[in-house]
């Protein structure tokens, strides 16, 4: 996994395992409690999240996209950011429930299956 530090990747929360989903050039490379990476990228498949809200079945069809930086876990102070198909169709501020897309700055996964932005 280290070899791939500083490239492009695609985080998402593995339904099954319970862990963030690390794929890189399209294949899923590493199963992980805790990943940071600089956001590229916000994705939301609305035409699969609608298909999830009307069939109440749960699919993968949301992934941020950004620069991997590392698999350290850490205590870092920022905007809590989750997804949640059913509350609003992009990703999310957990305080203020205002869609989320800032890309000036790190995401930080963790295992609350929440994302922390901060700065720095």
Same mark, same amino acid.
């Given at each position: 996994m280290e070899n791939i530090i500083g490239q492009n990747v695609t985080i998402y929360f593995n339904l099954h395992k319970k862990l963030w989903s690390?794929?890189?050039?399209?294949?899923?490379?590493?199963?992980?409690e805790n990943v940071t990476i600089q956001p590229t990228k916000y994705h939301v498949n609305e035409n699969a999240r609608l &298909?999830?809200?009307?069939?109440?079945?749960?699919?993968?069809?949301?992934?941020?996209? =950004?620069?991997?930086? !590392?698999? %350290?876990? &850490?205590?870092?102070?920022?905007t809590t950011v989750s997804?949640?198909?059913?509350?609003? =169709?992009?990703?999310? !501020?957990? %305080?203020?429930?205002?869609?989320?897309?800032?890309?000036?700055?790190?995401?930080?996964?963790?295992?609350?299956k929440k994302a922390i932005f901060y700065k720095g």
């Open positions: 690390v794929k890189h050039k399209g294949k899923v490379v590493a199963h992980v &298909k999830v809200i009307n069939q109440k079945c749960r699919s993968v069809h949301a992934w941020i996209n =950004g620069k991997l930086i !590392d698999f %350290e876990a &850490k205590e870092v102070d920022g997804y949640n198909p059913y509350k609003l =169709g992009q990703f999310y !501020d957990c %305080e203020t429930f205002k869609a989320f897309n800032d890309l000036d700055g790190k995401l930080h996964f963790n295992s609350t």
